[in-house]
C-alpha cells in the first residue's frame, strides 16, 4: 500500500479557479454530474465558495479530490458539534485502485482533526468504502408512497395558518424557518451556504413546477414543505398525477400534520411521493387506511466519523445507571485510541479493565442511536456478555431514530 500512494501529494485548491478545478475532476470520475457553469457561472462560484478541497497530484497533475463544508450536526439529546460536510470525492479515471482516494481521505480527516473539527459527516456513493476510514452508518431513511386513491381519509379539515410561498423567490425565508428549527432529530444538520445554493439552482433550472407551502403566521413560521410535480407525458389526463417531496421541516406534530394535510388533500393528486423519512416517521399511523402508505427503499444516510471523542461523546446524552468500560479502537486518530468509560455523567479516559473492545465506526453508530446494541451483538460487531449488552442499551438508548433527510 506504501508504494501505491507514495507519489501521491495533497495541496489544499484555495481560490475560485483551485475549487473550479477540483469540480471539474469529481463531475469527470462521477460521469452523471451535471456542469454547473454551463447554465450559470455565478451559481457554481457560489456553490464552491465555502469548500475546502483537497487535491492528490501525481507528478504535478490533478488526479484526485475531496471537498468538504462547515457544518454542525445534532446528538442525541439535542446537543450540536461541529461537522464536516465531505463530498466531491472523486478520482480521476485513469488512475482509480492506486491509492489516491486513501491518501486524500485519510489527509482530509487528519487536518479536520487538527482543525478541532469533532465530526466528519458524508453520503456515499459505496456503502463498501468508508468503514475502512472510520465512518459508520448514523442514521436510516426510507421512502414513503401515499396512494390517495386507496380508499383513505386524509386531513378534511383547512388550516387557516398553512399558506403557499412562492417556491423560488422565499429561499430566504426557508433558510430562516430551518436555522430556527429545533433540535429534535439526531444526525440533523445544520445547512450551509452551499447547501441552499445548489437548492435554489435545481429549483430555478428545473423543468416542471415546483411549490412550497409554510405554516405558522408571517414572520412566526414553524415550518415549510417544498414539492415538486412528477413529469408526465399527460399530466391532465393522468391516471397517476404524483408530487414529489424535496424538503419538509416541522418544529412539532401539529406543523408536521398541517404541512402534510395541506398536500395530502389536493384533489388533483394520485400520489405523494416522500423520498427521504425517518424509519419510524409515523404517517403510516396518521391515516384512516394505514395500506395506502407503502414504505419501502431503506437505505443508509449519515455516515459519520468521530474525530474529537472525547467531545463527541460528552455532548452526546447518555441513559441509564451503569459505567461500561470499552476499548475503542482508531488506526488513525491516535488521540482517539484506548480505554474509555463511559456513563450517564459522560465520557473519561480509564485504566480499568474493558469489558468490550469496538471499531470507532460502531462507537459511532451507537452514539447515535442507529442501531441497537442488540442488533450489533447479533451481527458479531459487538462481542460482550448479556449484562453489557444491556446496560449500553440503556447508555445509548434514543426516543427517536435518527435522521437527516438531506443530500448533499
Known amino acids: 500500500m506504501t508504494d501505491r500512494i507514495a507519489n501521491v ?19 469527470q470520475s462521477m460521469l452523471g454530474i451535471p456542469d454547473i457553469a454551463r447554465s450559470s457561472a455565478d451559481a457554481e462560484t457560489a456553490y464552491l465558495a465555502g469548500g475546502e478541497p483537497l487535491g492528490g497530484f501525481i507528478n504535478g497533475e490533478l488526479q484526485g479530490v475531496v471537498n468538504g463544508y462547515d457544518s454542525a450536526v445534532v446528538l442525541p439529546g439535542g446537543n450540536l458539534v461541529s461537522h464536516l460536510a465531505v463530498t466531491h470525492v472523486g478520482v480521476s479515471p485513469m488512475h482509480t485502485r492506486r491509492g489516491v482516494a486513501r491518501h486524500l481521505l485519510t489527509e482530509q480527516l487528519r ?14 456513493s459505496d ?13 436510516w431513511s426510507v421512502r414513503q408512497e401515499v396512494d390517495l386513491s386507496n380508499g383513505g381519509q386524509f386531513f378534511p379539515e383547512r ?14 425565508l426557508f433558510r430562516r424557518i430551518a436555522k430556527n428549527a429545533p433540535a429534535s432529530r439526531a444526525a440533523t444538520l445544520v445547512r450551509w451556504d ?18 412550497a407551502v409554510v405554516v405558522g403566521s408571517e414572520g412566526a413560521e414553524r415550518g415549510y414543505l417544498r414539492f415538486h410535480v412528477q413529469p408526465s407525458d399527460n399530466w391532465f389526463t393522468s391516471p397517476q398525477r404524483t408530487v414529489i417531496v424535496d424538503d419538509f421541516i ?56 468521530p474525530l474529537d ?19 475503542i479502537d482508531d488506526p ?35 452514539a447515535f442511536g442507529a442501531q441497537p446494541p442488540t442488533a450489533l451483538a447479533a451481527a458479531g460487531r459487538v462481542q460482550a456478555d448479556q449484562a453489557t449488552i444491556e446496560a449500553l442499551s440503556l447508555l445509548f438508548a434514543t426516543d427517536l431514530k435518527p435522521h437527516s433527510g438531506i443530500s448533499f
Open 9 to 27: 501529494e495533497v495541496r489544499s485548491l484555495a481560490g475560485d479557479e483551485g475549487r473550479r478545478q477540483a469540480f471539474a475532476l469529481f463531475r
Open 194 to 211: 452551499a447547501w441552499w445554493t445548489i437548492q435554489e439552482f435545481r429549483t430555478r433550472l428545473s423543468s416542471v413546477p415546483h411549490y
Open 159 to 172: 388550516r387557516g395558518d398553512v399558506r403557499r410561498v412562492d417556491a423560488l423567490a422565499s429561499f430566504d
Open 250 to 305: 416541522a418544529y412539532d406534530g401539529d406543523a408536521w400534520r398541517a404541512l402534510l394535510g395541506h398536500v395530502l388533500s389536493q384533489d388533483i393528486l394520485h400520489k405523494v411521493i416522500l423520498p427521504s423519512r425517518p424509519v419510524d416517521d409515523p404517517l403510516p399511523v396518521l391515516v384512516d387506511n394505514p395500506r395506502a402508505v407503502q414504505t419501502s427503499e431503506l437505505r443508509d444516510e449519515s455516515w459519520i466519523r
Open 332 to 366: 488513525l486518530i491516535a488521540a482517539n485510541h484506548g480505554v474509555w468509560s463511559i456513563g450517564a455523567d459522560g465520557a473519561t479516559r480509564s485504566d480499568e479493565r474493558p469489558s468490550l473492545k469496538l471499531s470507532v465506526e460502531t462507537i459511532a453508530e451507537l
Open 309 to 327: 471523542l472525547g467531545k463527541f461523546l460528552n455532548a452526546r446524552k447518555f441513559g441509564g445507571s451503569d459505567r461500561v468500560v470499552i476499548q
Open 111 to 124: 487536518r479536520a482533526h487538527r482543525q478541532g473539527v469533532v465530526v466528519a459527516g458524508l453520503r456515499a
Open 127 to 139: 456503502a463498501r468504502i468508508y468503514g475502512r476510514y472510520g465512518y459508520g452508518i448514523a442514521s
